[in-house]
């Protein structure tokens, strides 16, 4: 969750001009990127660039001024690499999978001040037929393997781990970074060769995902709450309620505090706006069926209690 007890914190999203034209030399190249309509910059060595464009070239943008500015370091052995952002002192990433995860956290968190609009959550993102849906899950319960799973069954890359839902329009941004895993995901999902193998992680660039990733913000339609049961004999879903749903929403969201009421009014609103779903899985081929089945219905809004 982000700490927005800091004064100053957030900054009013009207009135953020905070842009800045970084300086460069020969030796060093610049990844400029657009997230959230936020401008990034990350400054750094070409070798170090060619590895982060792996993993947000998808989100690279021609643009000269920048609210969030990066510098990323490498040690002569290029094993351990200090990040800094403006004005803040540096953090060592002690590997290329510690460098990808302290850049994506810092720059995330930084989106989720300048953007206090949108209500973030900790969720993968995919549309289908012009309908997003929501994959919750905690950390390393499978919501990145079932998301590449799911784009081999007709569904497009909307993100594998952060879905900022826009509360005027009810729509989600996209934030197409490279799928990251854990493990190689069973048969018949394997991984392409260009795949970033890190000695803890996997990254799958987005040009080499299976189905292509949607660049525009797309109607959310449905949620599903997943949890891995290896134990059940096959995988199943069970419809809930809006209260159960608005309450599992908001264990999974990570700006509450930029929101009224603590964020729960938002909550409640995005469940009663769409399907919600809870579904055990134990067999990814099962779960991407019962994901497709239940998308796969009239565009009616539901009407729960």
């Given at each position: ?194 795949t970033l193998r890190t000695p803890g992680t996997l990254h799958v660039p987005v040009d080499a995902l299976p189905a292509a990733a949607v660049p525009h913000a797309v109607p959310l339609f449905a949620i599903f709450f997943l949890r891995y049961t290896p134990d059940q004999d096959r995988s199943t879903i069970l419809a809930l309620n809006t209260a159960e749903a608005s ?59």
């Amino acid at each position: 969750m982000v700490d927005y007890d800091v004064p100053g914190f957030p900054p009013d999203r009207k009135t953020h001009t905070g842009r800045h034209r970084p300086c460069r030399d020969m030796k060093t190249k610049l990844l400029s990127l657009r997230v959230f309509d936020t401008n990034v910059s990350i400054l750094t060595d070409p070798q170090t660039e060619q590895l982060l464009r792996r993993n947000f070239g998808f989100l690279a943008a021609n643009v000269e001024t920048f609210d969030l500015e990066f510098t990323v370091q490498a040690d002569s052995t290029r094993e351990t690499f200090s990040v800094t952002r403006r004005d803040q002192p540096p953090l060592i990433a002690d590997d290329v999978a510690d460098l990808l995860f302290i850049v994506e956290k810092d720059m995330t968190i930084e989106l989720q001040k300048i953007r206090r609009d949108l209500y973030f959550l900790h969720s993968a993102a995919l549309e289908f037929n012009g309908k997003a849906c929501m994959i919750v899950a905690p950390s390393g319960s499978g919501k990145s393997t079932t998301t590449w799973a799911l784009l081999h069954h007709g569904f497009r890359y909307l993100s594998d781990e952060l879905a900022p839902v826009d509360l005027s329009t009810m729509e989600i941004e996209p934030y197409p970074h490279a799928l990251n895993l854990k493990s190689d995901p069973p048969p018949p999902y394997p991984l392409p060769e260009s795949t970033l193998r890190t000695p803890g992680t996997l990254h799958v660039p987005v040009d080499a995902l299976p189905a292509a990733a949607v660049p525009h913000a797309v109607p959310l339609f449905a949620i599903f709450f997943l949890r891995y049961t290896p134990d059940q004999d096959r995988s199943t879903i069970l419809a809930l309620n809006t209260a159960e749903a608005s309450a599992r929403l908001y264990a999974n969201t990570l700006n509450l505090l930029a929101h009224p009421q603590g964020g729960i009014d938002a909550a409640i609103a995005i469940a009663k706006q769409c399907r919600c779903y809870s579904i055990h899985s134990n067999d990814l081929t099962q779960t991407c069926g019962l994901v497709r089945r239940a998308m796969d219905v009239p565009d009616a809004k539901p009407h729960r209690s």
